[in-house]
T-cell receptor, first 114, second 112 residues
Framework: DAGITQSPRHKVTETGTPVTLRCHQTENHRYMYWYRQDPGHGLRLIHYSYGVKDTDKGEVSDGYSVSRSKTEDFLLTLESATSSQTSVYFC?????????????FGEGSRLTVL | KNQVEQSPQSLIILEGKNCTLQCNYTVSPFSNLRWYKQDTGRGPVSLTIMTFSENTKSNGRYTATLDADTKQSSLHITASQLSDSASYICVVSGKYGNKLVFGAGTILRVKS
C-alpha cells in the first residue's frame, strides 16, 4: 500500500467553523490531489499540487483552499464549513502528472457539517 | 462535456458466477482508461490501466477490455468471490492537462 495517511478520518463540525484536513505521504511523490466523493457522483477534483508551494484549482474549488509547505504534506482547508461540504474527502498522490501516472488514494476523511 | 457513464448502477450476483460491468465515455482526445476497486470505507485501488492502443488487460480474475472507436470499456470478473463486493469505478484520462473524469461507479454485491 502507498504510504498515504489522512487525518482526521472522521469529523463532525458545525456550519461556519473552519476545518483543516491533512494528507501526509511517505512516497516522495511530486503530485498531490484532494477529491470529494458524494453519492451518485464520481470523484471530483477540488485542488491539486504539482510541487511545494505550487497548487492549482480543480473543478469544485469554491469554498476550499490548500497549502503545501513540504513535499509530504498537503492541507485542505474549509474556511467556513457549509452543509454542502458534507462529504468524504480523498487525498491522492502520483509520481508523474495524474492523467498519465498511477494514482494512489488515501483511506478518506468523512466530514459531516451540521 | 466530458463524461463517463457506468452501468449498471448496482448488481447482485451469486458467489462463483461471472459478471461484466460497462463504461461508456465521451472524453476526447483520450489518453488512458482505468478501473478502480473501492471497498466500503476505503480509498479506490487501481485494477488496470489501458492506453488507446491496448484492447484488453488482465489482473487476476479481472479482465478489462477497451474499444476506443466506440468509446466503450468493460470489466469482466470471473468466478466471483465474496471479497469482490465493492464499488468499481471507471476513470478516463484526457490527453492534455491534468484531467481525470470519474464515473459514479457500479456497486457489486456478491452473495453466498
Amino acid at each position: 500500500d502507498a504510504g498515504i495517511t489522512q487525518s482526521p478520518r472522521h469529523k463532525v463540525t458545525e456550519t461556519g467553523t473552519p476545518v483543516t484536513l491533512r494528507c501526509h505521504q511517505t512516497e516522495n511523490h511530486r503530485y498531490m490531489y484532494w477529491y470529494r466523493q458524494d453519492p451518485g457522483h464520481g470523484l471530483r477534483l477540488i485542488h491539486y499540487s504539482y510541487g511545494v508551494k505550487d497548487t492549482d484549482k480543480g473543478e469544485v474549488s469554491d469554498g476550499y483552499s490548500v497549502s503545501r509547505s513540504k513535499t509530504e504534506d498537503f492541507l485542505l482547508t474549509l474556511e467556513s464549513a457549509t452543509s454542502s461540504q458534507t462529504s468524504v474527502y480523498f487525498c491522492a498522490i502520483s509520481e508523474v502528472q495524474g492523467n498519465t501516472g498511477e494514482l494512489f488514494f488515501g483511506e478518506g476523511s468523512r466530514l459531516t457539517v451540521l | 462535456k466530458n463524461q463517463v457513464e457506468q452501468s449498471p448502477q448496482s448488481l447482485i450476483i451469486l458467489e462463483g458466477k461471472n459478471c461484466t460491468l460497462q463504461c461508456n465515455y465521451t472524453v476526447s482526445p483520450f489518453s488512458n482508461l482505468r478501473w478502480y476497486k473501492q471497498d466500503t470505507g476505503r480509498g479506490p485501488v487501481s485494477l488496470t490501466i489501458m492506453t488507446f492502443s491496448e484492447n484488453t488487460k488482465s489482473n487476476g480474475r479481472y479482465t478489462a477490455t477497451l474499444d476506443a472507436d466506440t468509446k466503450q470499456s468493460s470489466l469482466h470478473i470471473t468466478a466471483s468471490q465474496l471479497s469482490d463486493s465493492a464499488s468499481y469505478i471507471c476513470v478516463v484520462s484526457g490527453k492534455y492537462g491534468n484531467k481525470l473524469v470519474f464515473g459514479a461507479g457500479t456497486i457489486l454485491r456478491v452473495k453466498s
